[in-house]
RNA sequence: UAUGCAGAACGUUCUAUCGCUGUCCACCAAUAUGGUGGGCGGAGGAAAGUCCGGGCAACACAGAGCAUCCUGCUUCCUAACGGGAAGGCGCCGGCAGCCGGCGACAGCAAGUGCCACAGAAAAUAAACCGUCCGGCAGUAAUGACGGAUAAGGGUGAAAACGUGAGGUAAGAGCUCACGGCUUUUCCGGGCGACCGGGAUUGCGGUAAACCUCAGGAGUUGAAAAACCAAAUAGGUCCCGGAAGUGAGGCUGCUCGUUUCCGUAUUGUCCGUCACCGUGCGGAUGGUCGCCGGGAUGGGUAGGUUGCUUGAACCUGUUGGCAACAACAGGGCCAGAUCAAUGAUAGAAGCCGCCCGCCUUCCGGCGGACGGUACAAAACCCGGCUUACAGGUUUGCAGCUGCA
């Protein structure tokens, strides 16, 4: 399934913070991404947040711009890179996934490490 | 025609696949509500900077003065404005008129201060060169000394109003004529800024220097504000149990009572300070303390409202030089909240450049390559400012006279 609801994304300010204090985090250029286990309260098996820094990217259309890219990426391979495997695991997780580069990103670029980031996560959670 | 400057309106479109968000409808399960399918809507001229002005909301608020900050030609428009329109004045386009552009454009004749460098001197005037007079020295040229002088020289952004004449030893608004600005005042025109004329007073600049005058300003800002309200902890109230002791009773259990302690709480009485008591000290009585359950108000996460029907927009008529106003008709056009309005692929349009063909030229057709800006709503309006690929369009870069 390639939805991204608003069950799907992290929206919740507490576990924000809590994410961002206890989270373990990795990069895997030009993406840097935080993660932790997550109650089994949520419907879904993963919450996602997408960030760009306003000191990088001083303009807003470039900020939303990186952060469609990124969704668009993390949505049409979070099925067969992730979900799959979290469900037969039975684990939950929330994760933020921001972006570090210095310049603009192009889509095929975006996608092929979008996809490395996602196997980098399920190694990193042992799944 | 091209270029530049200023203004106005515009500022991409379509298809496929996969999504996000609001809303409506149908169906399914149904307590809330959830799921599936479909329809319709979904960024801008600046949404930006957050520089002004309002609406709205909460809090504050007797009146006056002082301080602080803002504004500063006039009249009008407006909900309001530091915005706009029409005018006045000054400066610029050699000069005058038209025309166009620019102007924080009240007051330096209320007071105080400042005026770099250069220059003798930058504001109670002043004597560097020069000019003139006097006596002295010298044959003379001239020299030093004492005095008069702001006309000339040179300096400067600016040199004591400008030009001419009289006057004088030489000079000086010292006097006069004409002219410029200015004070007070009169006459005429204009709603007014101001303009024209007469009399009169004077003559450095600077207020984006302090300051003076006039007018204005309560503070905060949708993270405002109102409402609903889970879990946990704690507050208050109610109920039950537990601890010690005594009596009845074989025990369970039932009934009565409460030693000591306390930064707890409350009543009454007494004392104390000059008085008062809600202060302080003492005496005495009541309640509370630990555990469980229930109720309740405050309130957090979260949610709802605020939140998009509006000093709005579009079309037309009328009034007005115009800004704008009035009236009539029309439709409803984003509402997200760690923040949607997209991603990918393809096609078209527009612009630039190159190649080929056609054409007397203007240009037309086809193809390749490149470009397609600035920029993202965050409560809502009115402005201002700044950014901007590309075309469209209006005005100006001038006209007349004099030299």
Same mark, same amino acid.
């Given at each position: ?21 206890? @989270? ?76 570090? @580069? ?26």
């Amino acid at each position: 399934m390639y939805t991204l609801k608003k069950e799907e994304r992290l929206c919740n300010k507490k576990l924000i913070d809590k994410l961002f204090h206890n @989270g373990s985090s990795f990069l895997c250029y030009p993406f840097k991404a935080s993660w932790m286990f997550a109650d089994a309260a949520q419907p879904f098996p993963v919450q996602v947040l997408f960030s760009v820094s306003k000191k990088r990217f001083k303009r807003a259309v470039d900020r939303n711009r990186i952060k469609r890219i990124s969704r668009e990426a993390y949505r049409l391979n979070k099925q067969a890179c992730l979900y799959d495997r979290l469900n037969s695991a039975e684990k939950k997780i929330t994760i933020s996934i921001a972006y570090i @580069g210095k310049e603009l990103p192009e889509y095929q670029f975006s996608e092929k490490k979008m996809v490395k980031l996602l196997k980098q996560l399920c190694a990193e959670a042992a799944v």
